[in-house]
């Protein structure tokens, strides 16, 4: 009864502010909306933070990168200028080579003497690199900087702008750029010697597998270079006395070089040297006292002081065929400074502005997005609390294919699935009470017939009463085995089984009754062509009798007299592991299409009637899936109206093992 009117309007009116207070709207900080609202705030301004330091970052990566690239620029720019004034004595022909570089460069380029005046300047006009303060038909060139970039001197390099080829020497005050050369220049016609006595020595080198290549110092003297630290060169038997062996105009600038090193070592009382074309040194006569007797101080002394006079002398030597110092200028082509970004007032209120903007626009969207998000939770909410309610649910709108859209579907499919299940709830308790009713409606009648003396109880009386009786306990045990196999609880007691043996044992239960039909009862012992033979189970044998006993009397009860029943079992392993499949086939009258996927639903019958004549309780074939199903496996139907139907059992094989 309280069922029963759950199920219909509510009773009470009081009823309907219960449900109205579970439907109301939650406050703002525990809804939905709220929560997304605030991580949406959360997310933009972490975007606007994250945005900030990223533009921050690559601000400051640009920089050093512009940075670098114009100290790699003024590198450059330097070392050709330096190069320029190692081989020139002059800088007249210098403004080609500035306006060149400035072009690449992107930046204004001007060298000026020691007391600043213009020797080139790429901001003048054409024709006027020397004359700044002339001025042209553009206008005077802005002034230059107070200070100078760099000084070009090839006698003395700026190391930070031109480092030294050799590491070593890094550190050295007395370093001169080796492109300046100056007496030791060879001509064309005492290079060509030098070039064959070159290729003939890599020609022997490479006889014993050794890679050379010949390379041009700035004298313009070739030299072996070994490609790779091979130190078999120096094992080979390939002279490099003619290559070594100084021309001419080495000779020359040589010997004046020796005789500038010798007056400055006289000066300080030292002996004189000889040089070699690697200006290293050795004694120009024999030394009173070996150099090896001498302590180590003054020998270290000595080399110093032979060291400053060469580089003394290499200057002097030099100093007419290089260029004069200039002061190099390296800047902006405007003559202005490059714009850079400070955070001002105003800066700071841009970045103001924009943060509030992106929180505005994401507030908004949020409340856009939210709203929309949340109306169909709404909807969601109202048609639970009327199914809780016992009410009839509408189908909720599904207005999109999105996750809400989706989760409205699977409502909806819900609700239909309750409705489904609250319908055929009611239809198995008329069922029930149907099949309770037939027996029970035939026991009372027998006994008011024998107490209104209509009926004696003999043993036919008898007989009709236990009859019932027995029909109406095989209902009970049925419905219990249901609700066990329902409920879990359904209790199995497995053990080794074949399922040979088990066919022959219902066969041999079902023979009497397939006689008095007038069917024929067999089991195929072999499997059909093509099947393995049905591997052993593990099983419970009394629930698969009554599983398999279910089918068979099924078959005999539909099948006409001199029909056949057949029995079989074999091997399967259809991707879902090694199974036996028991198989119980007839000749009956089949089944309609339409009919056979509810073959297997409880209390269901082809016989709309639910005549005891044409069939049983329609607990049977239901009973079958769950015995299946407990031992996991299947059960399946196959038929073809007016030939017959096939059952097949699938049971899982036995696993390997102790």
Known sequence: MKRAARSGPPAHPARKPARTAGERRLPLRKSLLGRLLAVSALVAACSVAATAWLAAQTTSGAIRQEQGQNLADDARIYNTLL??????????????????????????????????????????????????????????????????????DPLSPDTALSPPADPSRAAAADRIDPRAVGPFRLPDDERAPLLRAAETTAACLGKYSIATDIVDSPSGRPRIQVVGSDERAEAARCSQDDLDRPTKTEAKALDALSKLTDACLQRQDLPPVELSLDLSWKAATPAPVPREALPAERNDVADRAIASCVDTARREQLSSYVASPALLYIGDPRGGAVPGFELSLANTAKIAGVAALVLA???GASVLAGTRLVRPLH??????????????????????????????????????????????????????????????????????????????????FISSLLEEAMQLQHIVDDLQDLAEADAGALRLHPEPLRAAELLAQVAAAHQARAETAGVA?????????????????????????????????????????????????????????????????????????????????????????????????????????????????SARAESEEGKGSVFSLRIPAARPGP
Request: overall charge negative; charged content about 25%.
């Open 521 to 633: 009862l067999a089991v195929d012992t072999g499997p059909p062509d093509g099947r393995p033979p049905a591997p052993a189970l593990h099983a419970d044998p009394v629930r698969l009798r009554q599983a398999v006993g279910n089918l068979v009397s099924n078959a005999v009860r539909h099948t006409l007299p001199g029909g056949r029943v057949t029995l079989r079992a074999y091997g399967s392993d259809d991707g879902g592991g090694a199974a036996a499949l028991i198989e119980v086939a007839d000749t009956g009258c089949g089944i309609p299409a339409d009919d056979l996927p509810r073959v297997f639903d409880r209390f269901w019958r082809a016989e709309k009637s639910r005549s005891r004549r044409t069939g049983g309780s329609g607990l049977g074939l239901a009973i079958v899936r769950k015995l299946a199903e407990a031992h996991g496996g």
């Open 379 to 460: 909807a969601l909410t109202g048609a639970a609390q009327r199914m809780k309610d016992g009410e009839d649910t509408a189908p909720v709108p599904v207005t999109a294919d999105n996750e809400i859209g989706r989760l409205a579907a699977a409502f909806n499919d819900m609700s239909a699935h309750r409705a489904r299940l609250e319908a055929q709830r009611k239809a198995m308790v008329s069922d029930v009470a149907h099949e309770l009713r037939t027996p029970l409606s035939n026991i009372r009648g027998w006994l008011e017939a024998a107490q209104d003396g209509l009926a004696d109880p003999d043993p036919a």
């Open 361 to 363: 626009l994401t507030v």
């Open 83 to 152: 190069g320029y004034a190692a081989t020139h004595p002059r800088w007249d022909a210098v403004e080609t080579t500035v306006r060149e570089l400035a072009q690449q460069s992107g930046r204004r380029i001007a060298l000026t003497t020691q007391d600043r005046r213009t020797l080139a300047d790429s901001a003048a006009p054409h024709g006027d690199g020397g004359g700044a303060e002339d001025g042209g038909a553009d206008g005077p060139p802005p002034e230059l900087p107070p200070r100078a970039s760099a000084v070009v």
